[in-house]
RNA sequence: GGGAGGAUAGCUCAACUGGAUAGAGCAUCGGUCUUCUAAACCGAAGGUUGUGGGUUCGAUUCCCACUCUUCUCACCA
């Protein structure tokens, strides 16, 4: 026993080693190709060469390539020709082969070194494949999710939810520390209007059966009344003048409606299994407003209009931001000041993030306005991540009209619906309740995730708990398939191997793919789109799908442990694609 | 009317940020389970990239105009 931990230990060793040598030459590959080029590109810079080296949509084309047609002009020749000429000079050895293409030289990586190169470094470490030091641990604070308290969470929550969720996870891959912040919704004239609903019509026992949807009911018909009944409107700006002024009424059925929400939110968080690092919402940031109404007027900032107290912003190109209602209350925009300047200090962020809807839009160019007039030099660190409305039957959805979809009912419907799934296609499964949990809360994250944040949605049930095609399940199943062989082969260790080197290019796309992971996050994490890492995941499940349906992978031969390998990298970077974009990854479905 | 997005296959979306024959998934039609999970794989069909100009060796991508569409434009959030 104990010699054989030593020599796995030892020979972890060595792996490691080979991981930090063999890590370096992969990073390069691209650099490869430049050092390559640069005998015959004497006039460039190694940073011109990178520019113009791109990588080939047909792998017919090999795997980089650099076009001509640029120097065309300064040499006189055509591209073709100068294609030629170039390639004369090249520097070929370490490259499978390089070879003109018209105007395109096309260089081939040496498929089994860098293969076997790619496979070790993710086994080396798989958890930390694709990890990078970008931001140095520097805080990033992230307003996420942020329902409205009284109202049941609409899909449309969801999107600020995932979003915020994944966008946080990537940044912690590439060395950030991401602070989640849910900014409930708890405080304003809308909830001044509910307290107005609740003391006309409402009844205690009422609400205590069903909170949400009987506030819920309550609020939609003070609103469908106000259109008769314009004073409804005014009793409800009066209804929060009183929170503000800590009213005892108005404050109990503020705690009352707030503790319900809670309650309910929690049990969607623990569904989706999304924790957060700060719960202060608008409510928080009551008694922090009159700074900010200090530092405006000792900048001589505010102005007065029609018995309000404004902001000016006419050379930003955008108008006035209302700070305070002729009638002394606060807006949004002024606890969205206060919640800003609070955060800076009490986080000291390197950035702020406000993943919220793009209706929202001038709202934040507002407050970064504010900021930058207030001379906060931090307000760049402020990013607005707006993502695209979602409307139900083409309509926009309206919590006011009703005209909602509730997320916890589709959660439940598509948990439902993979439950039914597995027993028909895995009866035996163990923990069937539990996978299918997964499942159906995956395939819903998902849909949201593998679209560009900023398509607006047009939600229809049926494509969210779809789970063929481009899906969530479809890279689960990838994984779960992987996971399944590997059991099967006995959970192989991979260090014992002498060579993890492919021949053949069946393996080659998965390889390339499994390489670009860095770049991929990288990319997400600059770009706060999750949506790449959700296409690259779909990606790599479709490659080792094909690759399953068309290679034994169990057969014993030379090359049994370097398939294997294969399959085991496959499986660690799905899941750990998948765990960004806050979707598990079961090891049998 | 001002401002900001968007328009690509019947539908939903991609296209490495200006490159090689514009690609996927659904839906449709056809094929593949006594072999590692068919939530899969293979094939067929599907396009004047909203319209018109411009820049460029080269445009879905950049610029201009127009059409259509979504959001937004002070006491909601």
Redesign the pocket.
Known sequence: MVPRVISSLVSFVSLLETFFIERRIQMNEREQVIKALQPALTDLSMNEIADKI?????S???DY?F?T??L??TLHKA?QIIAQELLAKIDQTGFEKVVV????I?FFLDKQVVGENILKTILADPENYGSQDLGHLANVAIDLSSP?IAKPMGMGHLRSTVIGNAIANILAKVGYNPIRINHL?D?????GKLMAAYEMWGNEEEVQQDPINTLQKYYVKINTEADTHPEY?DL??EW?KNLENGDPEAYRLWKWFRAESLKRFMKIYRLLDIDFDSYNG?AFYNDKMAEIDQLLQDKHLLQE????Q?VDLEKY?L??A?I????G?????T?DLSAALFRKRMYGFAQALYVVG??????FDQLKAVFSEMGFTWSKQIHYIPF??M?LNG??MSTRKGNIVQLEDVLNDSIKL?RQ??A???PELQNADE??RQ?GVGAVIFHDL???R?????FKLA?VV??????G??VQ??H??A???LR?AGTPDFAQAESLALSGDEAWGILTRLGQYGEVIE?AAN?Y?P??VG?YA?AL??DF??Y???????VDDDEKMARLALVKAVSEVLKSSLALLGVKA????
Do not use: C
């Open positions: 791109e990588r080939p949509k047909d017919n084309n090999g390539a076009p047609f640029f065309a002009k591209p293409a018209g105007p395109y096309n409205n919704g405080w304003g004239t809308q909830f409107n409800g700006r929060f608008e209009s029609k018995g309000a404004i190109n108008n006035p209302l305070k209602k002729s009638d209350s606060s807006l949004y925009i606890r793009a209706e929202q839009r001038n709202h695209g409305l409307s309509k926009k993979a799934q597995i028909e296609k895995n996978v299918a499942v593998k679209n560009e900023t398509n607006s949605i047009d494509d779809k789970f063929e095609g481009e899906t399940p479809y199943y990838a779960a398939r996971e399944s062989i099967k990319r770009e789109d949506s790449l296409k779909l499940a479709k799908n094909q399953y349906a068309h290679t034994r992978i169990l079961p090891d049998e479905m």
